[in-house]
């Protein structure tokens, strides 16, 4: 063995590694400066301390102006290089702007051998932008897509629907948009209670877009249709590595989705005991803790609860936790189910049959009085959600314009037997044309009543345009104030 080589690895990596690593710097350094349009260093004190040709020439320098020990600003006032030399952070890559044009310039910072900032090294890569433009064209096109993609995922959780939106001339409904109006503008959680498909959902919408929050997300989750081991990953997230098969990112959840905006939990009486105690906790101090994390991040959301339960029973019953019944119950809102409101039934009708028509690109089409009279037969233990089902359905089962009862008396058994029952009723009982009168009466009183006498406003409640409802009045003799006053002393003087 040669006595001048070392007997052991350590002995290479001490004698051998250095050389070479110096030579291998010192190698790439000049390979840099060559491919590049310009090099510079400066010391501790960002003091120019080097500076090659073509960046003096670059730079417009003439020879004989030694910028030497000069501080590097005084010769390229937007250089970063002090800032390198500050914080020991290279800028791999930036643009510089000098005089009228663009350097496209790497920065690094220069260590001794104990690991100090001695200075730094700065190269020009390009003297002209146009190098970069395929870069530039497709990050462009990158960052436009990203922005259509977030403007999308906001317009997602923007409601489709406002307070207008909750059609219905009976006194509940009316009671509900006053309540709505009331509360919206409020910080404080609402529980909707209501059977399912009275459009919970919607109220919640409305709440949200009359709101200050409306500009923010609505993040609407159900409860019952999350499997019961993901609940609390889904509304509180999931740390970094929480878990095995855990995104390296991690993953927000519902409440922080929401921050700013509103969360609406339907079925709220379906979440599991361990998540309530968890999110009275966010109502108590508006902050989440995402499952594998010891963290707690603050939070600003408004949450709107719903449920086609009785909470207090399963208060009593133990599976839903008193506090949080107590915590959510501050504004509660009580949507009827639609037997309770048939008045309501045909201007629900005329709007569904309106929305119908525009998700299939058809022509919209009509009830027959007759038609009315069977749907305001029907118990509709669906409500809403069922009447839109029976709609569709009946639209095509026909190419009329007009849907006439006997499609309805086919779809329904049960208004069947309630027709016939009409139809063999003693001769002293109301026809059915009397009838089809008394309840187009009633809506149009219950309507002007709601508006102070107001005929533009009522045909909105009513779900028709101003002309029908001047018809209507003039049809069933209602043009007469002082006859209505006669029939109720409630009703006020109609006016436009």
Same mark, same amino acid.
């Given at each position: 063995?040669?006595?001048?080589?070392?007997?052991?690895?350590?002995?290479?990596?001490?004698?051998?590694?250095?050389? $070479?690593?110096?030579?291998?710097? !010192?190698? &790439?350094?000049?390979?840099?400066?060559?491919?590049?349009?310009?090099?510079?260093?400066?010391?501790?004190?960002?003091?120019?301390?080097?500076?090659?040709?073509?960046?003096? *020439?670059?730079?417009?320098?003439?020879?004989?102006?030694?910028?030497?020990?000069?501080? $590097?600003?005084?010769?390229?006032?937007?250089?970063?290089?002090?800032?390198?030399?500050?914080?020991?952070?290279?800028?791999?890559?930036?643009?510089?702007? =000098?005089?009228?044009?663009?350097?496209?310039?790497?920065?690094?910072?220069?260590?001794?051998?104990?690991?100090?900032?001695?200075?730094?090294?700065?190269?020009?890569? =390009?003297?002209?932008?146009?190098?970069?433009?395929?870069?530039?064209?497709?990050?462009?096109?990158?960052? *436009?897509?990203?922005?259509?993609?977030?403007?999308?995922?906001?317009?997602?959780?923007?409601?489709?629907?406002?307070? #207008?939106?909750?059609?219905?001339?009976?006194?509940?409904?009316?009671?509900?948009?006053?309540?709505?109006?009331?509360?919206?503008?409020?910080?404080? %959680?609402?529980?909707?209670?209501?059977?399912?498909?009275?459009?919970? !959902?919607?109220?919640?919408?409305? &709440?949200?877009?009359?709101? %200050?929050?409306? @500009?923010? *997300?609505?993040?609407?989750?159900?409860?019952?249709?999350?499997?019961?081991?993901?609940?609390?990953?889904?509304?509180?997230?999931?740390?970094?590595?929480?878990?095995?098969?855990?995104?390296?990112?991690?993953?927000?959840?519902? /409440? !922080?989705?929401?921050?700013?905006?509103?969360? =609406?939990?339907?079925?709220?009486?379906?979440?599991? &005991? @361990? &998540?309530?105690?968890?999110?009275?906790?966010?109502?108590?101090?508006?902050?989440?803790?995402?499952?594998?994390?010891?963290?707690?991040?603050?939070?600003?959301?408004?949450?709107?609860?719903?449920?086609?339960?009785?909470?207090?029973?399963?208060?009593?019953?133990?599976? =839903?936790?008193?506090?949080?019944?107590?915590?959510?119950?501050?504004?509660?809102?009580?949507?009827?189910?639609?037997?309770?409101?048939?008045?309501?039934?045909?201007?629900?009708?005329?709007?569904?049959?309106?929305?119908?028509?525009?998700?299939?690109?058809?022509?919209?089409?009509?009830?027959?009085?007759?038609?009315?009279?069977?749907?305001?037969?029907?118990?509709?233990?669906?409500?809403?959600? !069922?009447?839109?089902?029976?709609?569709?359905?009946?639209?095509?089962?026909?190419?009329?314009?007009?849907?006439?009862?006997?499609?309805?008396?086919?779809?329904?058994?049960?208004?069947?037997?309630?027709?016939?029952?009409?139809?063999?009723?003693?001769?002293?009982?109301?026809?059915? %044309?009397?009838? /089809?009168?008394?309840?187009?009466?009633? #809506?149009?009183?219950?309507?002007?009543?709601?508006?102070?006498?107001?005929?533009?406003?009522?045909?909105?409640?009513?779900?028709?345009?101003?002309?029908?409802?001047?018809?209507?009045?003039?049809?069933?003799?209602?043009?007469?104030?002082?006859?209505?006053?006669?029939?109720?002393?409630? $009703?006020?003087?109609?006016?436009?």
């Amino acid at each position: 063995m040669d006595a001048k080589e070392p007997s052991n690895n350590e002995g290479w990596r001490s004698e051998k590694i250095p050389g $070479i690593h110096a030579r291998a710097v !010192e190698s &790439l350094f000049e390979v840099f400066e060559t491919m590049c349009d310009g090099a510079i260093s400066v010391d501790r004190n960002a003091r120019i301390v080097w500076i090659n040709e073509k960046y003096r *020439s670059l730079l417009g320098v003439a020879e004989g102006d030694d910028v030497l020990g000069r501080e $590097i600003e005084s010769v390229i006032p937007e250089s970063l290089m002090r800032e390198v030399v500050q914080s020991g952070n290279p800028i791999p890559v930036d643009i510089m702007r =000098f005089g009228k044009r663009h350097f496209v310039v790497s920065r690094l910072p220069l260590h001794d051998a104990g690991g100090a900032v001695i200075g730094a090294v700065g190269f020009v890569l =390009f003297d002209n932008l146009d190098y970069l433009k395929p870069l530039i064209g497709k990050f462009e096109k990158l960052h *436009s897509k990203l922005t259509s993609m977030e403007a999308e995922l906001v317009a997602a959780r923007r409601t489709r629907y406002s307070i #207008a939106s909750i059609v219905g001339v009976s006194e509940a409904m009316v009671e509900i948009r006053r309540r709505a109006r009331k509360v919206a503008p409020l910080a404080s %959680p609402v529980l909707l209670l209501g059977e399912t498909g009275t459009g919970k !959902e919607l109220l919640a919408q409305s &709440l949200h877009a009359a709101s %200050p929050r409306s @500009q923010r *997300s609505f993040v609407a989750v159900n409860m019952a249709a999350i499997p019961e081991g993901l609940v609390e990953a889904e509304f509180f997230g999931v740390a970094p590595g929480a878990y095995t098969g855990a995104e390296r990112k991690g993953r927000r959840g519902k /409440l !922080e989705l929401a921050d700013g905006g509103t969360l =609406f939990m339907d079925e709220i009486g379906d979440m599991p &005991l @361990q &998540l309530q105690a968890k999110l009275l906790r966010v109502l108590e101090e508006q902050a989440i803790e995402p499952v594998g994390s010891n963290e707690l991040r603050k939070v600003d959301v408004r949450l709107i609860a719903a449920t086609s339960q009785d909470l207090t029973a399963k208060v009593e019953d133990g599976s =839903f936790r008193r506090d949080l019944y107590y915590r959510l119950n501050v504004l509660p809102i009580h949507v009827p189910p639609l037997r309770d409101r048939l008045v309501d039934i045909r201007p629900l009708a005329e709007l569904l049959l309106e929305r119908i028509a525009a998700a299939h690109n058809t022509r919209v089409r009509e009830l027959d009085s007759a038609a009315v009279l069977v749907l305001q037969d029907h118990a509709w233990p669906g409500n809403i959600r !069922e009447l839109r089902n029976l709609l569709e359905q009946a639209c095509l089962e026909t190419d009329e314009d007009v849907i006439s009862s006997e499609i309805f008396l086919r779809l329904l058994p049960g208004a069947r037997r309630a027709g016939a029952a009409r139809h063999s009723a003693p001769s002293a009982s109301p026809s059915l %044309p009397q009838r /089809l009168a008394n309840l187009e009466r009633e #809506a149009i009183r219950e309507a002007l009543r709601c508006t102070k006498g107001k005929k533009a406003p009522a045909a909105r409640l009513l779900g028709i345009s101003r002309s029908t409802l001047y018809e209507k009045i003039n049809e069933l003799n209602l043009s007469d104030s002082r006859s209505l006053s006669d029939r109720d002393p409630d $009703i006020p003087e109609i006016h436009n």
